[in-house]
């Protein structure tokens, strides 16, 4: 059973657009919400997180949407770069023990 | 900070062959992790330690597959023997307590 559902699998915007990824879960457990940005050839990197305590976090261009009722969360990436071009995970954990990934998001940003 | 360290980077290897992938994580980190990445199955923990001991290892495939954690600088994931449907880029991740994941750049590996 995947505890982290993600849309979309693959996602083309053009560059200054807003790209946004999904994820849904089911435990209500879960109190951390990394998200991580992936290149070919390296290892996942932690970009934002977020705390179910507050709905909405900023950093940069990068920002995440929290809706816990809904058990929701997403990825908004405001003026998108052909430098963004990337795969995406969404991620939860239940006191920082055990992650659990969504299945990624291959974003392409053209010029 | 040199980071999550995994090597080797790329592996190829004979079917029933032993393949040990080695994981040094960031120092002062009391939690690593193993997962393995493939297009059908995204990114999966295979196991994870919290000072050196395993705490859950529910993710591993089969008997084939087993992890040590000699000390807090070193880990190894072993497969004997190994078999085509292992291939796969398997990463390493190390954290400390109430703190995100740290992956290193994974090794490839692929049995033939």
């Known amino acids: 059973q995947q505890q982290v559902k993600q849309s979309p699998q693959s996602l083309i915007v053009q560059k200054g657009g807003i790209p946004i990824i999904n994820c849904a879960y089911e435990?209500?457990?879960?109190?951390?919400f990394p998200w991580y940005q992936q290149f070919p050839g390296k290892g996942p990197a932690l970009l934002i997180a977020?705390?179910?305590?507050?709905s909405e976090k900023k950093e940069g261009r990068f920002t995440i949407s929290f809706n816990k009722s809904a058990k929701q969360f997403s990825l908004h990436i405001m003026d998108s770069q052909p430098g963004d071009s990337a795969t995406y995970f969404c991620?939860?954990?239940?006191?920082?023990?055990?992650?659990?990934f969504g299945s990624g998001t291959k974003l392409n940003v053209k010029p | 900070d040199a980071g999550v360290i995994q090597s080797p980077r790329h592996e190829v290897t004979e079917m029933g062959q032993e393949v040990t992938l080695r994981c040094k994580p960031i120092?002062?980190?009391?939690?690593l992790f193993w997962y393995r990445q493939t297009m059908m199955r995204g990114l999966e923990l295979l196991i994870y330690?919290?000072?050196?001991?395993?705490?859950?290892d529910s993710g591993m495939p089969e008997d084939r597959f087993s992890a040590k954690m000699p000390n807090a600088s070193f880990s190894t994931l072993k497969i004997q023997p190994s078999e085509p449907r292992d291939s796969a880029v398997y990463f390493c991740?190390?954290?400390?307590?109430?703190?995100?994941?740290?992956f290193g750049n994974g090794t490839r590996l692929t049995v033939t």
């Open positions: 435990n209500t457990a879960f109190d951390y």
């Open positions: 330690f919290n000072n050196n001991v395993p705490i859950d």
């Open positions: 977020i705390r179910p305590d507050v």
């Open positions: 991620a939860a954990s239940s006191n920082f023990n055990k992650f659990y």
């Open positions: 120092s002062g980190h009391d939690y």
């Open positions: 991740a190390s954290s400390y307590r109430y703190s995100p994941l740290h």
